[in-house]
């Protein structure tokens, strides 16, 4: 796996842009609340939100970097390809994997589609940005 040909720019700019999807998708203006009663829980049962946005933060840039990778290895370098890349890993790979963990915990449709949605989301982002870079 070469890692030199990955533009490390692409990897923070479309972390950091998943990361502040995330605090938008699961804010109280959006998704939080319907969020929240899906898991079941209040905001004081879930703790202070500082140490899981950080581990979010972090997946995120992780999930940029192997988006980044598995553009540059696909040789994709258009928005809209890459945008497809990331609905293909979004869709095909996180829904299906999520959909197999929620039929068996008993999440319910809501936490999933919320769930999914966000991911499926910053990925198809995180694509297009690693596709077209740099612009």
Known sequence: MDLGGMDWGAVLVAGILSGGLGAAWYSPALL???WM???GKTADQLGPAGPAMA???????VAAASIEWLTTAAGVDSLLGGAGLGA?????????????DSLFSGWGWTLYLIQTGYRATYLV???AICGAWPW
């Open 32 to 34: 939080g609340n319907a």
């Open 37 to 39: 009663a899906a898991l």
């Open 55 to 61: 581990g979010s933060m972090i997946s995120c840039l």
């Open 88 to 100: 293909v890993v979004g869709l095909g790979v996180v829904a299906m994997t999520m959909l197999s």
């Open 125 to 127: 982002i995180t694509g």
